[in-house]
């Protein structure tokens, strides 16, 4: 069960990377594309429980009851998202994250965090 936003990228991260390195046999290009993966919730903008995807300047928010697109667009690689959501759906706990954010007990910001992996240098 992942505890934490950060677990989450972590493995949406490797998922993208290891579903794409097949096709297009450019793993060390796909961990550079993905190092700035984003996974959050913004209780404070959208009331319905949620979950939003963010790579690059592109984002994607689900509905976290049905796993329905409320917006936005990832383009190719919301599929693999899509897959990967399907797959971990009770593993996620967002519920539990979504009461934490509602009752605004102190969920680090994902940028401030000093353990963020930095593919970049690998």
Wanted: glycine residues 4%.
């Amino acid at each position: 069960m992942f505890s934490s936003f950060h677990a989450m990228e972590q493995s949406l991260r490797t998922y993208l990377t290891e579903s794409q390195s097949d096709s297009y046999n450019s793993r060390n290009a796909s961990m550079y594309k993905y190092n700035n993966l984003k996974i959050h919730m913004d209780h404070k903008k959208i009331s319905t429980p949620h979950i939003i995807i963010r790579v690059g300047i592109s984002e994607i928010i689900y509905d976290i009851k049905s796993w329905e697109k409320l917006s936005g667009g990832i383009g190719t690689d919301e599929r693999y998202i899509k897959l990967w959501i399907e797959r971990n759906k009770e593993n996620l706990n967002l519920q539990t994250l979504w009461r934490e954010a509602k009752e605004e007990k102190k969920i680090q910001p994902i940028a401030m965090r000093d353990n963020d992996t930095d593919f970049s240098q690998e």
